[in-house]
């Protein structure tokens, strides 16, 4: 069965300043990591991905992520922070091993909250 | 513009009275999928669709009813909706499920209240 954690509900970073989004996961077998990104009163929209290569992934808006294999973690990340990245993220992951028809399992969720 | 639509965005209905939730993709995928989103829960899978014709079960099924007859629509059908079944729902779709890198196009959610 493949799982994913995210660690904290909340993330208060102020503007300017770098931030991390915690996730790790669990997977049987290789891992297809994902970040999606939930603004309010608007459907999740698409970050990044990790299917393999390079551990440090960029994506839309800045973000990116560094999958950690040993950790088996994928936190998201960002130089510096704008109060318009203020938003719920999620972190999804799918495991291969199965052939992917399982789809993807998310995280409960972290709400970010840039203070100006 | 490619997208995944939703309707109603928003319902208020009461318990036991039938409801349908539509969704419609204009981008020839394959795969479609439903999921309920609620508060510390994140999202739940309620039931996907590999193609026309082919659907099964998420990890919260129990309560509702899926059909695939067109590629392009999958309807969400609760037949006699229940008080736990208020929720933010979803549908989603991807060219394939079978690549693992396909990336999910979500439409902008239906708030389901019952009463």
């Known amino acids: 069965a493949q799982s994913v954690a995210q660690p904290e509900d909340q993330v208060n970073v102020a503007e300017g300043n770098p931030l991390t989004v915690k996730c790790t996961y669990s997977?049987?077998?290789?891992?297809?990591l994902f970040w999606y990104v939930q603004y309010p009163n608007r459907g999740l929209q698409f970050l990044l991905k990790?299917?393999?290569?390079?551990?440090l992934v960029k994506g839309s808006y800045g973000f990116e992520a560094e999958f950690n294999k040993s950790q088996t973690s994928f936190h998201l990340k960002k130089p510096s922070a704008l109060v318009s990245d203020s938003a719920l993220y999620f972190c999804a992951v799918r495991d291969m091993s199965g052939g992917g028809a399982d789809g993807l399992t998310f995280g409960k969720g972290t709400h970010l909250i840039i203070q100006p | 513009e490619a997208q995944v639509t939703q309707n109603p965005r928003y319902l208020i209905t009461v318990t036991g009275k039938k409801l349908t939730v539509t969704c419609s993709q204009n981008?020839?995928?394959?795969?479609m999928s439903w999921y309920r989103q609620d508060p510390g829960l994140g999202l739940r899978q309620i039931y996907y669709s590999m193609n026309v014709e082919v659907t099964d079960k998420g990890d919260v099924p129990e309560g509702y009813k899926v059909s695939r007859k067109e590629k392009r629509n999958f309807p969400l059908i609760l037949e006699s909706p229940s008080p736990n079944q208020t929720s933010l729902y979803f549908c989603?779709?991807?060219?394939?499920?079978?690549?693992?890198?396909?990336?999910?196009?979500f439409g902008a959610g239906s708030r389901l209240t019952v009463l």
């Open positions: 981008m020839n995928h394959e795969y």
């Open positions: 997977v049987s077998g290789n891992p297809y």
């Open positions: 989603a779709s991807s060219y394939t499920i079978y690549s693992g890198a396909n990336v999910l196009t």
């Open positions: 990790y299917i393999t290569g390079d551990n």
